[in-house]
Structures are given as structure tokens and as C-alpha cells.
């Protein structure tokens, strides 16, 4: 049988038009909140009378003289890799959750959950920079399935791809989340694990790439101090023998989910990046102290960081 490797970030040219190969036979793709309890009804997200998702509100943006603006980061000496990286959750920021779930012709059906924040000045941006992650995971999976239903790999039985996202930071300013989950590919022995990212500026809505956390210039090693750690971690957590190390060479594709949480950087790989299939999606957190010397602490994720 085929080995199926859904990728993190698929062509949308590629996706949209295999979308359009199944899209005839789809079934309702919901779209809706929940709250505290089930009976909750938000305005943040609603469904049509086409069952399509609507984001109802405006966006809002607060004027650039109000965020924060630290002059040097504050490193606390006694944060370590092996706390546990959610302690950072813990700002004001009033989250629900969206699903985004349905079926993709008689190939399969999928469940995601993704984080929707109320009672910000920008809702509709942050909303839409949450969903959007969970949208590109769905489109990836429908673009897979697409071209296994036309081809000499056709699977034998419906495919399944369940996920959530996971709010890992929150200090008012930064929302880091966490979108991992599942894929139970027809007929498949083992099920896939996959991973995503997303930080947003809670003023504006704005995705921050994590470069920016970092310095920059023809000097900027940030990659290497960060690959180094990493590979340390992660020989501390799995052992030498299970960790790959081609996976970890300091190249932009092999850190692509890197994540602000309180006690440090938080790592997440793909499955099969640096170990075997069976550690899943291994993550670790490189601590601030770590990195102090390649955090710039002036840049718009410094300065949101040290604000909280």
C-alpha cells in the first residue's frame, strides 16, 4: 500500500481544484460554535442558509500608540525545558470553539475545532487568521483524497481526519495555538498524526511569522542556536538512537512550527521529521534563557512577549 504523507502546506491552486473534482458530491460542511455548555449561542460565527461559514462582527484595530513597547527582555532564570509549556495560558482573552466538519463526497469526513476568540477589538481579523489554519489542514486533506479516489491507490474505506487547536499562550497580546490531530487514512493499519501553528497580534489580527522574534541581519544564526537545543531536547526525551538528525539541519522548512509559550520556544515536528513514526509529532521547548542572545527584543513578538 501507498504511504500517504499529508503535507503542511499545500499548493491552494493544487487543492481548490481537486476540491472541485468532489465538491459536487460533498455533504454540509458545519460550521459552528460551541460555549460553555451546548446550548451556547455566539455571534462570532453563524451559518447561512447556504451552510456556508459567516463571520458576523467588524474588524477592529487598536491604534499603534497602545501596544506595547519594552525596551529589553526580561529572562527568568528559573524557567526550564521540562515545565509544562501551557502554563503560560492565562490571559483575559475570552475564547470559544468553531468546528469545521463534514464529509468529502463518500471518501471521507472530518472534524476540526479551532479557537475563536470574543470581546476583542479585532475579532473578525484573529477569528479569521484561527479558521484559516483549519481550512488549509481540511484543504489538504480533501486535495489528498481527490487524487486518491482517480488513481491506482484508491482506498478501500472512508478516510478520517480529526484535529483541534489548542490556545498554548495568552498574556493579552499574544495568542500562540497548537492545531494537532489525526488522519485515519481507508484501509490504512495506523493512523497519521499532523501538526500546525499560528501566533496572532490580539490588536489587530495580524499572523506573526516567528522570524520576528528573532534578530536579523547576514549574522542572524537564530536557526542554528535553536536546531542545537533542540537536538539536545530531544536525545534527553527519546534517546540518541531514535533521533534523526537530518530533520533537524537549521533550515527554515525543518522549524516551521515554532510557538511563543511562557517557559520557552515550543518545537513541534512533523511525524517521521526526527524520529520514528511511532513518537507521533515530538515537540520540546528550548528555554528563553537559551535564547537570549538571538531574541530581538524590540521586534513586534518581543515586545508582545515581555508585555504580558
Request: charged fraction near 20%.
Amino acid at each position: 500500500m501507498k504511504v500517504l504523507f499529508f503535507p503542511r502546506v499545500r499548493s491552494f491552486g493544487v487543492a481548490l481544484l481537486a476540491l472541485s473534482v468532489v465538491s459536487s458530491c460533498a455533504g454540509y460542511d458545519g460550521r459552528v460554535l460551541q460555549g460553555g455548555v451546548p446550548s451556547d449561542t455566539l455571534d462570532v460565527l453563524v451559518v447561512d442558509q447556504g451552510g456556508a461559514g459567516v463571520q458576523a462582527g467588524a474588524a477592529g484595530v487598536v491604534p499603534a500608540s497602545t501596544k506595547p513597547n519594552v525596551p529589553e527582555v526580561t529572562i527568568e532564570e528559573g524557567l526550564k525545558g521540562e515545565m509544562d509549556w501551557s502554563v503560560g495560558v492565562g490571559g483575559s482573552t475570552k475564547v470559544e470553539v468553531g468546528v469545521l466538519s463534514g464529509e468529502v463526497a463518500a471518501a471521507g469526513s472530518y472534524e476540526l475545532s479551532y479557537p475563536q476568540v470574543t470581546e476583542t477589538a479585532a475579532d473578525f481579523a484573529i477569528n479569521g487568521a484561527l479558521q484559516a489554519v483549519a481550512d488549509r489542514v481540511y484543504l489538504g486533506f480533501a486535495g489528498e483524497l481527490a487524487e486518491l479516489m482517480g488513481g491506482e491507490d484508491a482506498l478501500s474505506e472512508p478516510s478520517r481526519l480529526l484535529g483541534d487547536g489548542e490556545v498554548v499562550f495568552d498574556n493579552d497580546f499574544l495568542l500562540s495555538v497548537l492545531f494537532k490531530g489525526t488522519i485515519s487514512w481507508g484501509g490504512a493499519a495506523s493512523q497519521q498524526a499532523w501538526a500546525e501553528s499560528v501566533m496572532v497580534d490580539l490588536s489587530d489580527g495580524r499572523v506573526l511569522p516567528v522570524v520576528e522574534l528573532f534578530t536579523g541581519g547576514p549574522a542572524d544564526n537564530w536557526l542554528e542556536v535553536v536546531a542545537e537545543r533542540s537536538h539536545e531536547l530531544l536525545v534527553e526525551d527519546l534517546g540518541a538512537e531514535m533521533v534523526w538528525d537530518e530533520g533537524l539541519m537549521p533550515v527554515a522548512e525543518n522549524f516551521a512550527n515554532l510557538l511563543v509559550t511562557r517557559p520557552g520556544l515550543l518545537v513541534i515536528f512533523d511525524q517521521y521529521q526526527v524520529a520514528a513514526g511511532v513518537a507521533g509529532t515530538p515537540a520540546v521547548v528550548v528555554p528563553w534563557i537559551d535564547l537570549v542572545t538571538v531574541i530581538n527584543p524590540q521586534s513586534s513578538i518581543g515586545r508582545l512577549v515581555v508585555a504580558g
